[in-house]
């Protein structure tokens, strides 16, 4: 099993940038797709992006796309969310999460992932 924190959040204003990171330990972690989820409150949980265990291939939500840009560094075992012209509709709790499969079945599967972080929190003020 692989082990997931994540870091990185906190409160921006509208039209800013937040960089989350998500540091994974245990299993081979260049073995896992790997993905970004947020929760709002008082809604579902919701796929933002992922990437492939070789980093290659990403995918993105239509609300994000243009706007976040996932990548992950092997060698440090990590995973980022760099996030730009935040708006106060981005606030949530921001999750990773690790599969060990195809990163573009990420979204359709939050129930069965492998490995999820505790999540950090973002706020967007406007």
């Known amino acids: 099993q692989v082990q997931l924190v994540e870091s990185g959040g906190g409160l921006v204003q509208a039209g800013g940038s937040l960089r989350l990171s998500c540091a994974a330990s245990g299993r081979t972690f260049s073995n896992y797709a790997m993905g970004w989820f947020r929760q709002a409150p008082g809604k579902e949980r919701e796929f933002v992006a992922a990437?492939?265990?070789?980093?290659?291939?990403?995918y993105y939500a239509d609300s994000v796309k243009g706007r976040f840009t996932i990548s992950r560094d092997n060698a440090k075992n990590t995973v980022y969310l760099q996030m730009n012209s935040l708006k106060p509709e981005d606030t949530a709790v921001y999750c990773c999460?690790?599969?060990?499969?195809?990163?573009?079945?990420?979204?359709?599967?939050?129930?069965?992932?492998?490995?999820w972080g505790q999540g950090t929190l973002v706020t967007v003020s406007s």
């Open positions: 990437i492939s265990s070789s980093g290659i291939s990403t």
């Open positions: 999460a690790a599969h060990f499969g195809a990163a573009q079945a990420m979204g359709a599967m939050t129930g069965a992932l492998d490995a």
